[in-house]
């Protein structure tokens, strides 16, 4: 991958949404669901702080995460789609 996430920020790849129900009815692409859970692919260095260090990210490289319908950007690098958000727009880490 050729994205180096910058300060706090946090390069995920969403996972892919679901194209059945439970019930096996096949849901056309603009009635599916944007994914809201994603892979942590890449990790900026922290913020910087007002005494000039860096905070330490919370999320690391292959955790996934569950964040925002409406956060961070999305960004295409070749076929594949990814979201960048700031450290604050992830919600939390699923174990």
């Given amino acids: 991958m050729n994205i180096k996430p910058l300060g706090d920020r946090v390069v995920v790849e969403p996972q892919v ?25 890449a990790v900026g260095n922290g913020k910087m702080l007002d005494n000039g260090q860096r905070a330490q990210m919370s999320v690391k490289v292959g955790d996934t995460v569950a964040f925002g319908q409406y956060g961070g950007s999305d960004v295409s690098v070749g076929d594949k789609d990814y979201k960048i958000l700031h450290e604050s727009d992830i919600l939390g880490v699923i174990e």
């Fill in 17 to 41: 949404a679901q194209e059945k129900t439970a019930g096996g009815i096949i849901l056309p692409e603009t009635a599916q669901e944007k994914p809201l859970i994603g892979k942590v692919i």
